[in-house]
């Protein structure tokens, strides 16, 4: 047992005797924020430890500078907008592990700020799932999380998620553990079910053959309501790769729905499979897990994807960012 844990404290220099350490910092200000974050990243690496930081451009730009000499960010220090590369909370995962891989003979340290303000309901609702699935996802590997959450902004039962989903809290100076830590309870509060709409245009996939036709019914939906060139092409791969792996896992049909979500256009697959896994689709497969690529697709190139799964079926909805068409010119 390291020093202090007896007492449910850790001090920051002790987390490298530690494998995986997934923790949560609710900050209550921009100085705390950013003291906290530059005093963390620094001191992995002191130690010769790789870093992500993973936050809103805003918060990026006040890192960069607090942490860069001479305008240049250390080397093994890797900075991202967070917006861009995990609007979706399901690629996270995925760009965590990617980040270890690149380093397998270090330990390595993450910050990140998934349940950013701003995000919708559904969108945080993904967030906790990321949270609650990664404890286990990244068990065994050396990697410290740092986990970040506006206390003065958030809901509160954002931050009561937060203590569900991190076993350590960051408080009076160092590591505490979370008395109400309770992933698995967290994770069946967010397989909640999700509404369909009584408005949506549906094509029922029950055979290999039927794929195509699918498709081209999502192409005219989708032209039918303005949608750019690319974001068709999308849809069309988000539709078949739903529907091909709902034809692989389950024996009864697949029902594709498409309609509007105001800024988004919802693709849904229903079917009658029990989705066993939730990590699949998270993590990049490889080239040795083409059964689980499609999914994994799917959360590459959604803005966001929600899942609901039970004994007797399961539904996916992948949302898709409504990027209209150009129309003609002239």
Known sequence: MIEGERAGVIAGTEIGKLGFVHSALIYQSQHEYLDVVTRFVRDGLDVDEAVLVAVPADMLALLHDALSADGTAPDDLRMVDITEVARNPSRLMAMEGAFVDDHPDRRVRIVSQLAWPGRTDEELIACVEHEALVNGAMDGYQVTGLCLYDGSRLDDYVLADAHATHPWLWGGGGLQR????????????????????????????????????????????????????DAIEDLQLVATELASNSLMYTDGACQLAFWRDDEYLVCEARDTGCFEDPLVGRLDPGPCGPASRGLYLVNAISDLVRTHTTASGTTIQAYLRFEPSAGPTG
């Open 178 to 229: 979370s008395a109400d830590y309770a992933p698995d309870a967290a994770l069946q509060r967010c397989n909640r079910p999700l509404p369909g709409n009584p408005g949506a245009v549906t094509y029922v996939v029950r055979k290999s053959a039927d794929l195509r036709p699918a498709r081209s019914f999502a192409v005219d939906y989708a032209g039918w309501v303005g949608l750019s060139e």
